[in-house]
């Protein structure tokens, strides 16, 4: 192995900083408002597919129970439709067909969302799907009620019957509450 040399340090020293220098100032623009607040959200919830009059599209209906940084315990509820592929080179995409919603244990509080999503399924066990989902927050009630901000969330789903399964995930994001008026 050759030893670098002294020029080739230096060089790789004034680029890093270079590179640094450039990162910083767009880390401080993209840097979030005061009145944003990071999300993050578990859940565990049971879904079905439910063939409709289209057959490339099935309704989607999902609830459970969750726990939300900024609301603690929750119920989650999404209504949604998969939107199967029509050619071999479309994937499966899954579409909220109303804002997917917390709502906070004691009613207060709700925190409303659309997400889209495409699923990927495990080739050792068809039965296990993987999803990535990306969602927009529309609003809510109480706190969150003209809440905007996005989020991402990792799905793990098991069918446990031909239309019907349990899943889990994790929610990573950021909200955005209006400030209080005067």
């Known amino acids: 192995m050759k ?89 499966i995409v899954i579409v909220s067909t109303s804002p997917w919603s917390f709502t906070s244990a004691d009613g207060k509080n709700s925190l409303k969302f659309d997400a889209r999503g495409i699923p990927t399924f495990d080739p050792a066990n068809p039965n296990f799907v993987n999803l990535t989902y990306q969602a927009t927050i529309v609003g809510g009630t109480g706190a969150f009620a003209h809440a905007t901000g996005k989020a991402t969330f990792e799905v793990t789903a098991e069918f446990t019957a031909p239309l019907s399964g349990l899943g889990t995930w994790t929610m990573k994001g950021f909200v955005i509450t209006p400030p209080p008026s005067n």
């Open 3 to 91: 030893k670098m040399s002294l020029v080739k340090n230096l060089a790789l020293g004034v680029a890093c900083a270079a590179l640094i220098s450039t990162i910083a100032p767009i880390e401080a623009a993209d840097s979030l408002p005061a009145n944003a607040a990071y999300l993050q959200a578990y859940t565990g919830n049971t879904f079905a597919l439910i063939p409709t009059a289209d057959p490339n599209v099935l309704g989607h209906p999902v609830d459970g129970p969750a726990h939300v940084s900024l609301m603690g315990n929750c119920h989650f509820h999404g209504e949604s439709e998969v939107h199967l592929p029509t050619s071999p080179d479309q994937p």
